[in-house]
């Protein structure tokens, strides 16, 4: 088994749609993971909506009610949340040629009262299996700053960084776009530029469409 584990520089760039590129294209089995999934009270369901774009087996495991960091969510809630270490082996014990884990947040959110992050899940996973990690940025202004700041701490934990995906990419990128664009490749690869409005494609759209977009 191999790992690919998505995150992002931030919430809200694009994630979930990045996953299910991923998913779209990775051969062989194939089974999308969102350990932690909060704003589940407003029926926010990232792995469902992988399902629906890629028709891909999802398994969504903590589910929080609040749109807030996990352990804050948890804490608010009243719930205990399982720690980094207890999701590592559960995920471990998962059957598939290709497992896909899209963290919550960006890299340093911690997803359980102990301050555990998705840079120590990923580091915890990378000690058995191999771990690939894909970083989702934004196009804008201000992602050169906070993609280096993600890809730094990864490769200081050891960990592969397999490249970038724009999540979003404008129709009509303007100069800053097209200038990060260029800057972002002397970070790390970029893997693809998921088109604006990509994840509002149905599946068969959406499938079809994947292998074009990433490299």
């Known amino acids: 088994m191999r790992v690919v584990v998505v995150t992002g520089t931030s919430t809200g760039v694009g994630k979930t749609v990045a996953t299910a ?4 294209t990775t051969a062989g089995s194939v089974l999308v993971v969102k ?7 407003d029926g926010d369901s990232d792995a469902r909506e992988v399902h629906r774009l890629t ?11 609040e749109p807030l960091a996990p352990d804050t969510a948890a804490r608010r809630q009243g719930v205990e949340i399982p720690t980094v270490a207890a999701y590592a082996t559960r995920l471990l014990e998962q059957a598939a040629d290709t497992l896909i884990v899209e963290g919550a947040g960006g ?8 301050g555990g992050t998705l840079l120590d899940l990923a580091a915890l996973l990378a000690e058995s299996v ?16 906070h993609t280096e700041l993600t890809v730094d701490a990864l490769r200081a934990r050891g960990l592969v960084v397999r490249g970038l995906v724009i999540g979003s990419w404008p129709d009509q990128p303007g100069l800053a776009e097209r200038c990060n664009l260029e800057d972002l490749a002397r970070v790390a690869p970029v893997l693809a530029r998921l088109p604006a409005g990509a994840g509002a494609l ?11 977009w990433l490299s």
């Open 130 to 145: 191999p771990v690939d990690v894909v970083v989702v940025v934004a196009a804008g202004l201000g992602t050169l700053n």
């Open 107 to 114: 890299l340093l959110v911690r997803l359980d009262a102990e």
């Open 21 to 24: 590129a991923l998913a779209a």
């Open 202 to 212: 149905d599946r068969e759209s959406f499938v079809a469409a994947a292998p074009g």
């Open 55 to 65: 028709g891909a087996e999802v398994q969504e495991w903590t589910l929080l009610d």
């Open 35 to 41: 350990p932690v999934q909060t704003g589940a009270a």
